[in-house]
C-alpha cells in the first residue's frame, strides 16, 4: 500500500515547500523506495497555462501534455520520475468537475457542498493513478491560514482517518525568523501558524523550520514543547549555497530518517548520497567559468525561467565549469546602440515568449551572435525569431514576421491550425480558448544525419516537450536554407520543423521545443552540455 506525506507551509509564502518534497523525494529513493509526487494548488484557474509569468512563474510541461506548476519542475529534476497530469490539480480544475458532474445529474439531486462533494473530488485526485508506488508526496500550494486552501486541508484530514495514522505523515515547512535588534530566532511566529493548523483538526507530526541561523537545542525543545511534536522531529532547515545540497543537509539533519521510523520502516542501510555531494563539489570548485547571456521578456520574475536557468547549471555541472547568468531585458535591444551590452559573453540564449512586446530585442541578438560567433541557443521563439531574423537580412524576404503580431503577407511564422499527436489529428482555430489549445507535451523528432544536433544527440530520432502555436512556414525553406539555415530536426511526416542550425558558425542552433523541461542535474540535457561546451571553447579563445 502507498504512504501517503502531505507538505503544508505556515508563516509565509515562498519557504520552498516544493524543493522540500523533491529533496526528501531523493532521499526516499537513495534508500530504495519508489516515489511519486504531487501538487494540489489552491488558485481558481483550471492550470498555470493563461497566467503571466511575471505573477505565477514558468508553467512546467509534462510529456502526456499537461501545463503544470513549477514545482513539479523540481519534482523531475531531483526525483527522475517523469510527472503526469495527474500529479498537479488546482481549485479550478476541481469545482470544474464537481460543477459538470452536478450539471450531468451525477449527485442524484443532493445538495451539492464543499464537504463532501469538492473534498471527495480531491481525495478522489490524490488516490488516483497511484500503482506500486512506495510513498506519495503531496505538496498544499498556499500558506495555512489561506481561504482558498481550506478545502485541501480538510481532504488531507480524512484522507488520514480514511487511510489510518499509520499510513499518513504531515509534515509542515515553517520560518524562524531571526530579529536582529535582539539577536535571536523566534518560534512565535511557528507557534501560531501550528495553532492555525490545529483549528482545521490536522496535527503535523513533523516540523521542517526554515533558518538563516542554526537553530539553538533549547529553541528546538520549545517548538517541540509547544507545537505538540517530537523534538527529534523539528528538522533544521538552513539555507544552503547550491539548492543541490539540500539532500545532505536534511540526511544530515535526520529528516529521511525520522520518517522511515515514523512509517516502521528500516532506519538501515543509510542512502548514498554520493552522486549529490559529487555535484555539490563541481558546483563550489569548478575549473573555470563562462557568462552566458539570456535575452528574454519576463526577466523582472527570474522564476520565469526556472528550469532554463537549472538547465545551464547542469551544463556547468556536466563541463565543469561555473554558469554565470546575465539576465537581460530584450527590450534593451530595440535601439541599434545597445548591442554593445552584449560584448563579452560567451554565449546568448533567447528562450521562449508571447506576443509581440521585445522582439525586434531578441531578433538583433540573434544577428549580433550570428555574425559575432557567438554561441546562439534560440528556445522555441528564440528559434522563430532566429529564422525571422535570417530571412530578413539574409533571405531576401525584408518584411518577415509572424502571424502572432498581425495579419501579414511575409508571415515566416504561422499559426498551426492542425498537427498529428499519436493516431489523431488535433485541430485549432484562431479565435478558440488559449487556455491548454497549444500543442503541448512529447513529440517524436527524427534528426538529420552529418549534422550537429546527430551529432549532440547520438540518435536519429528524439522525443521533447513543446508549448506553443506557431511553427516554421515550410512554404519559406528554399529562401530560408538559402540563407545559410539547416532543417536538422523535422516531425515525423516531414511537416513540421523541429531544430534548425548554421553550419557557417561554431553553435548556432534554435529548438522549437523545449529541452530544459528534462534537463536534470545527474543527467544534464545534451544540448546544454554541447551549449555550454561552446561557451567555455569561446572563453578560451578571447
Known sequence: MTRFIFITGGVVSSLGKGLASAALGALLQARGYKVRLRKLDPYLNVDPGTMSPTQHGEVYVTDDGAETDLDLGHYERFTGVASRQSDNVTSGRIYSSVIAKERHGDYLGATVQVIPHVTDAIKEF??????????????????????????????????????????????????????????????????????????????????????????????????????????????????????????????????????????????????????????????????????????????????????????????????????????????????????????????????????????EGKIRAAQFAREQKIPYFGICFGMQLAVIEAARNLGGVPGATSSEFGESDSAVIGLMTEWIKGNQTEVRKSNGDLGGTMRLGAYPCEIRQGTKAREIYGADSIHERHRHRYEVNTTYRPQLEKAGLVFCGMSPDGQLPEMIERKDHPWFIGVQFHPELKSKPLDPHPLFRSFIAAAVQKARLV
Not at 500558506?143 to 486541508?153: A, Q, R, W
Not at 529553541?219 to 523534538?231: D, G, S, T
Not at 548520497?273 to 535575452?295: D, H, S, Y
Request: hydrophobic share 40%; net charge negative; with cysteine.
Open 126 to 359: 490524490i488516490l488516483a493513478d497511484l500503482h506500486d508506488e512506495d510513498f506519495c508526496l503531496c505538496e498544499i500550494g498556499g500558506t495555512v491560514g489561506d481561504i482558498e486552501s481550506l478545502p485541501f486541508l480538510e481532504a488531507i484530514r480524512q484522507l488520514r482517518n480514511d487511510l489510518g495514522a499509520e499510513n499518513c505523515l504531515f509534515v509542515m515547512v515553517t520560518l524562524l525568523p531571526f530579529i536582529k535588534s535582539a539577536g535571536e530566532l523566534k518560534t512565535k511566529p511557528t507557534q501560531h501558524s501550528v495553532k492555525e493548523l490545529l483549528s482545521v483538526g490536522i496535527q503535523p507530526d513533523m516540523l521542517l523550520c526554515r533558518a538563516e541561523r542554526t537553530i539553538p537545542e533549547s529553541e528546538r525543545k520549545k517548538i517541540a514543547l509547544f507545537c505538540n511534536v517530537k523534538p527529534e522531529c523539528v528538522i533544521e532547515a538552513l539555507d544552503v549555497d547550491t539548492i543541490y545540497n539540500v539532500p545532505v543537509k536534511y540526511h544530515e539533519q535526520g529528516f529521511d530518517e525520522q520518517v522511515v521510523r515514523y512509517f516502521k520502516l528500516p532506519v538501515d542501510p543509510k542512502p548514498n548520497l554520493m552522486p549529490w555531494k559529487n555535484i555539490v563539489q563541481r558546483v563550489r570548485e569548478p575549473e573555470g567559468e563562462v557568462t552566458i547571456a539570456i535575452v528574454g521578456k519576463y526577466t523582472s520574475l527570474l522564476d520565469s525561467y526556472k528550469s532554463l536557468a537549472e538547465a545551464l547549471a547542469h551544463g556547468g555541472i556536466a563541463n565543469n565549469v561555473r554558469v554565470n547568468l546575465k539576465w537581460m531585458d530584450s527590450q534593451v535591444f530595440e535601439s541599434p546602440d545597445t548591442l554593445h551590452h552584449l560584448e563579452g559573453v560567451d554565449g546568448i540564449l533567447v528562450p521562449g515568449g508571447f506576443g509581440e512586446r521585445g522582439t
